[in-house]
């Protein structure tokens, strides 16, 4: 059984920091890329970043410079460091594993960024 389980979200002040984590379970990590997408309330979910296997990263181009994805194949975990908060970033944040034509998703970690 696949599972993906994030942790890390929270409330914090525009201009703070969070670092988001995905551990994942029931797959070979190693040969899948991960990635985070977002979404708020009314909004299509969106990719906020990616990384393959390689370790090879891309980034929405509004999060660029602010945020950092990471992966510890040795711990099945992927990181989302997310600096320099905006309001515009309060969504729910997802974990996504994808291999191919599979992928599967985490349950989504609230993350509000306000004063």
């Known amino acids: 059984q696949v599972q993906l389980v994030e942790s890390g979200g929270g409330l914090v002040q525009p201009g703070g920091s969070l670092r988001l984590s995905c551990v994942a379970s029931?797959?070979?990590?190693?040969?899948?890329?991960m990635g985070w997408y977002r979404q708020a309330p009314g909004e299509q979910r969106e990719l906020v970043a990616g990384?393959?296997?390689?370790?090879?990263?891309n980034y929405a181009n509004s999060v660029k410079g602010r945020f950092t994805i990471s992966r510890d194949n040795s711990k099945n975990t992927v990181y989302l460091q997310m600096d320099s908060l905006k309001p515009e970033d309060t969504a729910v944040y997802y974990c996504?594993?994808?291999?191919?034509?599979?992928?599967?998703w985490g349950q989504g970690t609230q993350v509000t960024v306000s004063s």
């Open positions: 996504n594993a994808a291999l191919l034509r599979a992928g599967y």
């Open positions: 029931g797959i070979t990590f190693s040969i899948w890329s």
């Open positions: 990384i393959s296997s390689g370790g090879s990263t």
